[in-house]
């Protein structure tokens, strides 16, 4: 009686959706279209890697007895969007009625609550019970507060959840070991090879199906080594578990040249697209814990990201939208430069982290925030060219989980809901969490002058642009006052070589 829609990143038999579901009378569709994977135009790995995961996904509820109905990119009846393949779905079946998760973006979430009046059908969106905190309560825990901020929604989830708890009291007497997991990087780590797998007949027929449809999307197709079912996205987690969890803390913010994964975990592409469930991710780290296998910090660490970061990102998402795709607080308006695309400048850490999210639809976090992030934000890049190159360029990357963290906590575009003071910084913390500098063109002691670090200066320049926006701001007051202290010829400089910077820059010369 009933077509129940899966989306490409509800890939999971515990969905809402699938709740109840008739075997006999029932028929789940997949499709893969046109509409969803060039709304931008995603990284091909991304692609590859959506598609073969709801191919597999297809396959394993046909195996457990499900009747599918599943839309490949290039069957030649294919209507190219999701409305076009459920009216055709409809039209070949008697169901009469339509069931959907909710769609995670606010873009396609819109587009179906008119649905209804299209189909000749009845649709009924249900909650996305994957989320551990819904609309209603994040909205009941931002209600009359002042500041939105992340660590004390955090509490609140640990208390709701009863993680790393001790009764009331949080274990180990603190909440948050972030302070211990500051460390740059050491020479010599043996850093652990990432989880890989060996593409198997599906995965290579989606790969030649990416490169014969999408040759002009961004980033490279090989190597491709990602879990493409919840067996081997359980087996990634396993992997990150034992080999990298130890260590994750330590060096949650270091960078290092050659070493694109870190002690990272490399599984919110899963989480997102429905291959794992959050909370048996934080209960795994939570008894690796209790069991001894992994210090405070980097469990504490790692679950914080999870039960804080990803539900409150989540959370402001769906509180703010759909003004907050417009926010632009700073009145940024420059154009994104073309080296984001290409990797090509002799800012080093740009180039690498440019290189290694081309070939691997991947950087991890302090790459996006104080990198990538930070350059978009001192050189006063618009939020609009930020925010479509970062939802197209990782493989974990979905509008509801992209924007709050490009528009809130890179660029603080949104004024300061994400966080209280901008993630602005000089070369000196790219200096001291990596090892980029060493192999720059530029010289990150030198404050000016065409060999200087650009970031030295446009730090200042970008602090200067914006007085109006945060000399007010408590958190902003010492950066200021140190400002104030420097020479006049300092300030001139500062504003020359950033004239310089940015003339070049516009230009298209190399930087
Ligand atoms: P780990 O460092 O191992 O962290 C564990 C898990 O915590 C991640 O898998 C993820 O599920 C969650 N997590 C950590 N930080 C965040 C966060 N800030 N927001 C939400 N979840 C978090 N994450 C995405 O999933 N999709 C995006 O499109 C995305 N865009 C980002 C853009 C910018 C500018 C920044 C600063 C961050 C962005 N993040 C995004 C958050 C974070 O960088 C990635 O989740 C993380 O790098 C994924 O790698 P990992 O699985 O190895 O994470
Ligand atoms: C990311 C993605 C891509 C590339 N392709 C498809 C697709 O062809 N069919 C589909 O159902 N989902 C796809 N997705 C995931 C969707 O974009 C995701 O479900 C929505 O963005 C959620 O609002
Ligand atoms: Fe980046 Fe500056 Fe270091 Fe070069 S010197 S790698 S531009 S921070």
Redesign the pocket.
């Known amino acids: 009686m009933t077509l129940r829609l899966i989306l490409g990143d509800q890939l999971g038999v515990g969905i809402s959706s699938l709740k109840d579901t008739s075997k006999k009378n029932d028929l789940i569709l997949l499709c893969e279209v046109k509409t969803e994977a060039t709304y931008v135009k995603h990284h091909k790995k991304k692609i590859a890697f959506v598609f073969s995961s709801m191919r597999h996904f297809a396959n394993e509820l046909r195996a457990q007895g499900f009747n599918v109905r599943y839309t490949a990119y290039d069957d030649p009846q294919n209507s190219g969007s999701l409305l076009g393949e459920v009216k055709r779905a409809l039209a070949k079946t008697n169901k009469t009625d339509v069931v959907v998760t909710e769609a995670s973006e606010y873009r396609l979430r819109d587009e179906m609550s008119r649905w209804d009046e299209q189909l000749a059908a009845t649709v009924t969106v249900l909650d996305d019970d994957r989320f551990l905190c819904n609309h209603s309560a994040f909205n009941d825990w931002a209600e009359g507060r002042k500041q939105l901020r992340m660590e004390y929604f955090y509490r609140d989830m640990r208390r709701k959840y009863s993680v790393l708890m001790n009764d009331a009291q949080p274990v180990g007497g603190q909440w948050n070991f972030d302070a211990e997991n500051r460390k740059p990087p050491k020479e010599g780590l043996n850093v652990p090879s990432t989880f890989h797998t060996t593409p198997d007949a599906i995965t290579t027929e989606v790969m030649a199906l990416v490169e014969q449809h999408f040759p002009d999307h961004f980033g490279n197709l090989l190597p491709f080594h990602y879990a493409v079912t919840r067996e081997q996205a359980l087996a990634a987690l396993d992997s ?1 578990i034992e080999t990298r969890l130890q260590t ?1 803390g330590d060096y ?1 913010d270091a960078m290092v040249q050659g070493e694109p ?1 870190m002690y ?9 697209c429905g291959l794992l469930d ?1 909370l048996e ?1 934080i209960r795994r780290a939570e008894r690796t814990y209790y069991d001894g296998d992994a210090p405070l910090n980097s469990v504490e660490g ?1 679950i914080r ?2 039960l804080g ?2 539900e ?3 959370g402001i998402y769906w509180l703010k939208m759909p003004e907050y795709k417009e926010a632009n607080y700073l009145n940024a308006t420059r154009a994104l430069p073309d080296f984001y695309w290409t990797g090509d400048t002799q800012m080093n850490c740009l180039r690498q982290c440019v290189t290694e999210t081309k070939e691997n639809a ?4 302090i ?3 104080m990198v ?2 930070n350059f978009a934000l001192i050189a006063g890049i618009h939020p609009d060219e ?1 925010n479509e190159w ?2 197209l360029v ?1 493989a ?3 509008e509801w ?2 924007l ?3 528009t809130g ?2 660029l603080f575009a949104d004024g300061g809901v994400v966080a209280s003071k901008p ?1 602005a910084s000089s070369g000196a913390y790219i200096n001291k969490m990596s090892d980029y500098c060493k192999s720059c063109h530029y010289k990150v002691a030198k404050k000016n002058g065409p060999e200087a670090c650009p970031f030295n200066y446009l730090y200042w320049d970008f602090l200067t642009r914006n007085r109006e926006h945060f000399a007010g701001n408590p958190r902003m007051g010492l950066i200021y006052k140190s400002y104030a202290r420097m020479s006049d010829e300092k300030h001139d400089a500062v504003a020359d070589d950033s004239r310089r910077f940015f003339k070049a820059l516009d230009s298209g010369q190399a930087i």
């Open positions: 990150f994750f949650q994964w990272h975990s490399h599984i919110s592409l899963y989480i997102n959050p991710c790692f990201q999870i970061w990803r409150y990102i989540r991947y950087a991890h976090h790459q996006r925030l990538l992030g930020v970062f939802l990782y974990d990357a979905y989980v992209e709050p963290n490009v906590m890179a993630y």
